[in-house]
């Protein structure tokens, strides 16, 4: 419930402890009404605007596992930010299964061993790290993931393990880890006997300890092993604290009570015990395994069901992550055989005494699970920090993890190349800059590749030579050579240089020689690296209030105040090159009018310590308007937090309505040509603001439930960097630019579309790439026109393109039938695009002209053989249309609109605009000599036959034949045709007068 005073020109909005202050100004939302720009639309009035995944289909953290033994090819993958995903080819290929549910942080999954039609989801990744996600409970499928049902476990937020009674699919465990920055009561070890109903907490140790792992033992479902973790993230990175209430327990009774197992174990008081995984030997289930954190971490081992332990192995490298991965898992026949994932995936035959890694490779690829198929050891899959791999022979050859659009970004940046990139440092992996369009009507591994920044790193692509790549803390790297060089301001650290994993790198966006980069004080370069000015003092808190949610942990000397933040955020004004704001992850917010030599404190009075100001972005339109995403995971607050200021920093708004509470926000943008369009990022999707933030709605259409990090507007092109499904655009934003109250009040409205690009869509030449093989999307292949109906048409719907000289070039309708698919076709039809009708039903659509004339009247039509998977058109299209002006006309039940279109040659087209237009006139002279031999031969096998018909026949398919050929070698790129094509043509045309001439002397008859 919001309470408002009003106080001059200024309201105090009070509301959950955020009492913050609301400016009124030229944009409030009933001055909005006024101008015609409405609070909010139906969201469904934009759902054929769809989202494309890019890519790269380079996998990350990937935490949960599971397979089906009566199904050896079907395995379940859960990735920490990137939804369930499921394969039945053995990893040849994965689908999504769980991207129409409201989070996509999984943390563990489990398919049951009595019914394998019922899988359970845990979500929330389940992790103690800086970056982690949070989920909303559990989740189940009855139907093999087709459908989904929330179960409950809600405020858990992270769910580390589930199991299910092998005999009995209704009755499973939950490890339920809780709030990863707090106390909460939600957490410990869960039961359920009602297929997930309803759960009863049988294992609980206090508000500040949660459930991590639990098994059951195979052989009888009364006794389950579970263990327990006390562990907190601070709200500072790198924040850790860890208690006493850690350890391994036992229940006899089906979970009803429990003991705690301490023979041989590590104790908090001797070694600090922590997280502790557990692996029971299916053969024998008195053998089991732990993996236990301690100060000594170590690999121990029961023989006796637990009662007693001895360590077995404290080899550095098999326990080198066990705060983060503490599988071990046991093979189904030999209980000597022990799989340990890590850094690399580590196997012993003799009962964990020694180990040899069978998985890995030098830079660490940080397994954290193991499946064995308990009806053929030979299948194994892993899951990693690169993602998922199946082996079907003993590990003698794995799938690969190269399948898999889940790459964890945190920030997202374009450059200025044609077509343009999409960049980012990758988490685990290293970095990635993704061609926005292919060349070769998809995007594979051809079009993406590293660009020498460091795996949690902004990347900058210099604006005046994108082949320069600026990122991390700072690098350099050279696309014409490959090679990276340091160019930071500061080698190594020292006590007054403070930085955390990711730190911005980013350039002006008035003067494209300085590029900016921070760590507690602010830099600057304009000449590449080669010299930096340090243009802020440190701008982080000196001291502060320990937040509320460190609880317990207190008094402990980690959590002390001492001056630890960094600099978070830059966001450099878009109107005066000497106003820059910048943001800290302990919650400040500071602004310099003078390029840097003074600084303001302008911090909202909202902003408590630690209150992490994710991204600021400067106004478009007017130097004192900024925008803050401010993020208090940290602070155990999933709230939405999005503050805007237009005097300066005097006062902020705190705008977030229309965001549900749980959407935690990280970035927020507003669009650099409709003033009051606001994007903003958060946890679970995309949303859309058209009055300055004072509503939001959400534009999550197609995309799947993911952390969007961040997210840019370029030229037309709405552009997500996701941590955990990729990078994904938004194509042609022009309707929500465009978009008013009069538009959906009309009965008719055709959208001004965008300049539109004259491009190849599939340049290659040769067999395609297998089907299965993984491709991000191309753009729409052509001129992309928005229009809006706001009831169906009564009667046909027309879209005609117009030459500058209102001739008209191409015309669509409504009524337009299915084109036939070519008869006596040799190919499967799956590589077939399907017809696209131009549509009549009310609503918001798009369309897309293919920037062709209509087809040309072939003697018969083909399938390339450069084919893409369900978008392969029949050929030939028709003449290319020249760049330059065009108008585009919409009617509907008798009204119609118009509106201009530029269509523009793809830039990298050397040819003059002459070489063009000898191509085009060639092009359509040629379209107008094979109708003319079509509609003849159409004319001559209709008359009568006679030997004079029968040879005019056979003449005017001569001079036809060579015709098609001609078109298409015209056609095929973007240049004047050769000198030989043209003689050729010269010598066609002469032959098809000629044929036509006696076809016309036959009908004309006798004189």
Same mark, same amino acid.
């Given at each position: 419930m919001r309470k408002a005073l009003l106080l001059g020109a200024v309201a105090v909005v009070a509301f959950a402890g955020w009492p913050v202050a609301v400016a009124q100004g030229p944009f409030d939302a009933a001055q909005d009404d006024a101008q015609g720009r409405p609070a909010a639309f139906d969201p469904g009035l934009f759902r054929e605007l769809q989202w494309r995944n890019i890519g790269p289909h380079r996998a990350s953290r990937t935490k949960a596992l599971d397979g089906v033994p009566s199904q050896p090819h079907t395995f379940y993958i859960g990735v920490v930010n990137g939804g369930v995903w499921k394969t039945t080819d053995a990893g040849r290929t994965w689908i999504p299964i769980f991207d129409d549910q409201p989070t996509g942080s999984i943390g563990a999954l489990a398919v049951a061993p009595s019914d394998p039609n019922i899988i359970y989801v845990g979500t929330g990744e389940a992790q103690q790290r800086p970056d982690l996600a949070t989920g909303d409970g559990m989740y189940k499928s009855s139907d093999a993931g087709k459908t989904w049902t929330h179960l409950g476990l809600r405020d858990s937020q992270q769910i580390a393990q589930v199991v299910v009674d092998p005999k009995n699919a209704d009755r499973l465990f939950v490890a339920a880890l809780g709030h990863p920055y707090g106390p909460n009561t939600e957490r410990g070890i869960f039961r359920s006997t009602d297929g997930g109903r309803t759960f009863d907490r049988v294992l609980y140790k206090d508000e500040n300890t949660g459930g991590v792992d639990v098994a059951i033992d195979p052989s009888n479902s009364s006794v389950v092993y579970a263990s327990l973790w006390q562990a907190r993230q601070g709200p500072w990175e790198n924040g850790d604290f860890r208690g006493p209430n850690s350890g391994l327990f036992k229940s006899t009774d089906g979970g009803s009570t429990w003991r705690q197992l301490t023979s041989g174990l590590p104790t908090w008081d001797g070694d600090r015990v922590g997280r502790i995984g557990i692996g029971i030997a299916p053969s024998r289930p008195s053998r089991l395994f732990v993996i236990?954190?301690?100060?000594?971490? @170590?690999? *121990?081992?029961?023989?006796?069901?637990?009662?007693?332990?001895t360590r077995v192995n404290s080899d550095p490298r098999v326990l080198a992550r066990p705060s983060d991965a503490s599988d071990v898992r046991v093979h189904p026949t030999n209980p000597d055989i022990v799989i340990v994932p890590t850094i690399v995936t580590w196997k012993s035959t003799d009962g964990g005494r020694t180990f040899t890694a069978i998985r890995g490779a030098p830079g660490g690829d940080d397994y954290q699970k193991a499946w064995f198929n308990p009806a053929n050891p030979d299948i194994l899959a892993l899951t990693s920090d690169q993602g998922a791999v199946i082996t079907l022979n003993g590990g003698a050859s794995w799938s690969s993890w190269?399948?898999?659009?889940?790459?964890?970004?945190?920030?997202?940046?374009? %450059?200025?190349?044609?077509?343009?990139?999409?960049? !980012?440092?990758?988490?685990? !992996?290293?970095?990635?800059? =993704?061609?926005? /369009? @292919?060349d070769h009507g998809q995007i594979t591994f051809r079009e993406w590749s590293p660009v020498g920044v460091e795996e949690y790193g902004y990347v900058a692509p210099d604006p005046l030579d994108p082949d320069i790549v600026y990122g991390g803390k700072v690098s350099r790297w050279d696309r014409r050579t490959g090679q990276v060089q340091q160019v930071g301001p500061k080698f190594g650290r020292d006590a007054g240089y403070r930085v955390v994993r990711t730190m911005p790198v980013l350039f002006s966006p008035i003067n494209p020689r300085k590029l900016y980069f921070s760590s507690n004080v602010l830099w600057q370069t304009v000449n590449g690296g080669q010299s930096w000015d340090q243009i802020s003092p440190d701008l982080t808190r000196k001291t502060w209030d320990i937040p509320k949610n460190v609880g317990i942990y207190t008094s402990l000397p980690e959590a002390q105040a001492t001056q630890r933040g960094v600099i978070y955020t830059i966001a450099p004004s878009h109107t005066d090159e000497r106003t820059i704001w910048a943001g800290t992850d302990d919650g400040l917010i500071h602004v310099t009018r003078d390029g840097g030599k003074t600084w303001q404190?302008?911090?909202?009075?909202?902003?408590?310590?630690?209150?992490?100001?994710?991204?600021?972005?400067?106004?478009? *339109?007017?130097?004192?308007?900024?925008?803050?995403?401010?993020?208090?995971?940290?602070? %155990?607050?999933?709230?939405?937090?999005?503050?805007?200021?237009?005097?300066?920093?005097?006062?902020?708004?705190?705008?977030?309505?229309?965001?549900?509470? @749980?959407?935690?926000?990280?970035?927020?943008?507003?669009?650099?040509? /409709?003033?009051?369009?606001?994007?903003a990022g958060g946890e679970q999707?995309?949303?859309?603001?058209? %009055?300055?933030?004072?509503?939001?709605? !959400?534009?999550?259409?197609?995309?799947?439930?993911?952390?969007?990090?961040?997210?840019?507007?370029?030229?037309? %092109?709405? =552009?997500l960097g996701t941590h955990g499904r990729s990078f994904y655009i938004l194509d042609d934003i022009t309707p929500l630019r465009q978009i008013a109250a009069a538009t959906t009040a009309a009965a008719v409205h055709l959208f001004a579309p965008q300049d539109a690009w004259r491009f190849r869509w599939n340049k290659n030449t040769d067999t395609p790439l297998p089907p299965d093989e993984p491709a991000g999307q191309n753009p729409p292949d052509g001129a992309i026109v928005h229009y809006y109906l706001k009831g169906a048409a009564a009667g046909p719907v027309t879209l005609e393109i117009l030459d500058a000289q209102g001739a008209l070039v191409r015309r669509y309708s409504s009524d337009d039938p299915v084109e036939p698919l070519v008869e006596g076709r040799n190919t499967p039809d799956y590589w077939l695009r399907p017809h696209r009708?131009?549509?009549?039903?009310?609503?918001?659509?798009?369309?897309?002209?293919? =920037?062709?004339?209509e087809r040309p009247a072939a003697g018969g039509f083909s399938y390339p053989i450069a084919a893409i998977l369900?978008?392969?058109?029949?050929?030939?299209?028709?003449?290319?249309?020249?760049?330059?002006?065009?108008?585009?006309?919409?009617?509907a039940d008798g009204a119609s609109q118009s509106q201009p279109l530029v269509v523009k040659i793809d830039p990298r087209v050397k040819a003059t605009a002459a070489d063009l237009q000898v191509q085009y006139d060639t092009s359509r002279a040629i379209d107008a000599a094979m109708r003319r031999v079509a509609e003849a031969l159409r004319e001559v096998r209709a008359a009568p036959k006679t030997a004079q018909?029968?040879?005019?026949?056979?003449?005017?398919?001569?001079?036809?034949?060579?015709?098609?050929?001609?078109?298409?070698?015209?056609?095929? #790129?973007?240049?004047?045709?050769?000198?030989?094509?043209?003689?050729?043509?010269?010598?066609?045309?002469? #032959?098809?007068?000629g044929a036509m001439a006696e076809w016309e002397k036959v009908k004309a008859g006798p004189r």
């Open positions: 236990a954190e301690a100060r000594s971490a @170590g690999v *121990f081992r029961s023989d006796d069901s637990g009662e007693t332990w190269y399948n898999q659009p889940t790459a964890a970004f945190y920030h997202v940046s374009t %450059d200025n190349a044609f077509p343009y990139r999409v960049c !980012s440092g990758q988490q685990e !992996s290293g970095s990635a800059c =993704v061609q926005s /369009r @292919g404190d302008v911090t909202p009075p909202a902003l408590t310590p630690w209150s992490k100001v994710s991204i600021m972005d400067a106004s478009h *339109f007017d130097v004192n308007t900024a925008y803050a995403a401010v993020n208090t995971i940290r602070l %155990d607050d999933l709230r939405p937090h999005i503050f805007r200021t237009r005097d300066g920093g005097k006062t902020w708004a705190h705008i977030t309505t229309g965001i549900p509470d @749980g959407a935690i926000i990280n970035v927020v943008r507003e669009d650099p040509k /409709r003033r009051g369009l606001l994007f999707t995309v949303y859309v603001s058209f %009055d300055d933030g004072e509503h939001w709605q !959400s534009l999550r259409n197609n995309l799947p439930a993911t952390s969007i990090r961040d997210l840019v507007i370029k030229d037309d %092109d709405l =552009v009708p131009l549509l009549k039903t009310a609503g918001l659509h798009r369309f897309v002209w293919d =920037v062709h004339h369900a978008n392969t058109p029949r050929t030939p299209l028709g003449s290319w249309a020249l760049p330059g002006r065009y108008t585009v006309r919409l009617t018909t029968t040879e005019i026949d056979q003449r005017l398919a001569r001079a036809g034949g060579p015709l098609g050929q001609l078109f298409g070698t015209v056609e095929a #790129a973007d240049a004047r045709p050769m000198p030989v094509v043209l003689e050729a043509w010269k010598a066609a045309s002469a #032959a098809v007068q």
